[in-house]
């Protein structure tokens, strides 16, 4: 092996390792920059129409009906049963204030 083979090895390898550097200095912002943005994602909308997520358990005694259970996320009546729920609750909670309905 000459000199010059030697050299042009050591070159690639550490062309090689710049271009593997650049792509992790690249790719660790990414994963960084998605969180921030589904942060702020979550808060305009929170400000937009402020809404909230919550985790329902499957009920014990119910285990036969999982797929039923999940597929509750989906279902436009068992959501609008959901929303007429928060409206029922929330008006509880202005009555308690003493603050008109509107």
Not at 7 to 17: C, D, S, Y
Not at 29 to 48: F, S
Not at 50 to 70: A, M
């Amino acid at each position: 092996m000459t000199v010059s083979e030697k050299g042009g090895k050591a070159e690639k390898a550490k062309k090689e390792g710049y271009a593997s550097k650049l792509v992790k200095w690249f790719t660790s912002g990414v994963e960084r920059r998605i969180a921030e943005y589904e942060e702020t994602k979550r808060n305009l909308e929170k400000v937009m129409r402020p809404s909230i997520t919550i985790t329902l358990k499957l009920p014990e005694g119910f285990e036969d009906l999982k797929k039923e259970f999940y597929d509750l996320e989906n279902d436009e009546k068992f959501l609008r049963d959901a929303d007429k729920l928060v409206k029922s609750h929330l008006r509880k909670k202005r009555t308690k204030k003493g603050v008109k309905a509107k």
